[in-house]
């Protein structure tokens, strides 16, 4: 079976950064497609930023210009600068997995979560 787990979470004053991780483990072929998203209290879970197998990136305007994502061949991660009380959320991360004698599925962690004080 496939495990994704988050970590990086806490808590960080505003202007600070943090650095999420995604780790994959399980018996994995191939990842099509990696993502973060949030979830505010109140509000609906959002993709905060996503990045293609080959690299291509996408972010969503409120995230665009301090968040970059990015991953290697071992974990998916999210470098969050000048944070903001609103970005406020428990992060997940979801991959689009191909598995060892299996098909494409998505895969979601349980979440991590970052608190930004004012």
């Known amino acids: 079976q496939v495990q994704l787990v988050e970590s990086g979470g806490g808590l960080v004053q505003a202007g600070g950064s943090l650095r999420l991780s995604c780790a994959a483990s399980?018996?994995?072929?191939?990842?099509?497609?990696m993502g973060w998203y949030r979830q505010a209290p109140g509000k609906q879970r959002e993709l905060v930023a996503a990045i293609t197998s080959g690299g291509a990136t996408n972010y969503a305007d409120s995230a665009k210009g301090r968040f970059i994502i990015s991953r290697d061949n071992v974990k998916m991660y999210l470098q969050m600068n000048s944070l903001k009380p609103e970005d406020t959320a428990v992060y997940y991360c979801t991959e689009k997995i191909v598995t060892l004698g299996g098909g494409e599925m998505d895969y979601w962690g349980k979440g991590t979560l970052v608190t930004v004080s004012s």
């Open positions: 399980g018996l994995i072929f191939r990842i099509n497609f």
